[in-house]
């Protein structure tokens, strides 16, 4: 902050409450989420879309090992969901909503379209994100769901 003053770098001395010092472990972009669930930084991001996408998604892991019939993943699975109108939450990664083909980007709008008229709440998880990382290796389409559908996951066995 003395460099700032020194330097007369007005934006940084005005924004000074919004920077936050804190440990990790290394300084490479998996970090991130150690960083991001340390208590002081939480605090500061807590109305932050990063912080949303990842309390969401540990949402969604917890729930995945508590009650696995409540969780599903996938594309075939997740728009079995939101047939039956299940979805509470569906968390989709923004490459997939931006799809370089139309028929696959209009699949994944139309999908969100069906979750929202529902009252589910869709989240649009960045990319460039390590929640966004984690979500695309869950094939970058996941939902929780209101009630449990064992018979999706009886369908996935099926294929």
Request: aromatic share 6%; hydrophobic share 35%.
């Amino acid at each position: 902050m003395a460099e700032a003053v020194r330097r007369e770098l007005k934006d940084i001395h005005e924004n000074k409450g919004k920077f936050v010092q804190c440990h990790s472990s290394s300084g490479y972009k998996h970090s991130l989420k150690e960083v991001m669930q340390n208590p002081v930084v939480a605090s500061k991001l807590a109305d932050t879309k990063a912080a949303s996408e990842t309390k969401c998604l540990e949402t969604f892991y917890e729930m995945m090992s508590n009650d696995p019939d409540r969780t599903v993943y996938g594309p075939k699975q997740t728009e079995a969901a939101a047939e039956k109108d299940a979805i509470d939450t569906l968390m989709i990664t923004d490459t997939l909503f931006r799809a370089q083909t139309i028929a696959e980007r209009k699949k994944y709008v139309a999908l969100c379209e069906k979750v929202r008229e529902t009252n589910g709440d869709v989240k649009v998880f960045s990319s460039l994100h390590v929640s966004g990382e984690q979500l695309t290796q869950l094939t970058g389409v996941a939902a929780i769901l209101r009630f449990p559908c064992p018979e999706l996951d009886e369908d996935s066995d099926d294929e």
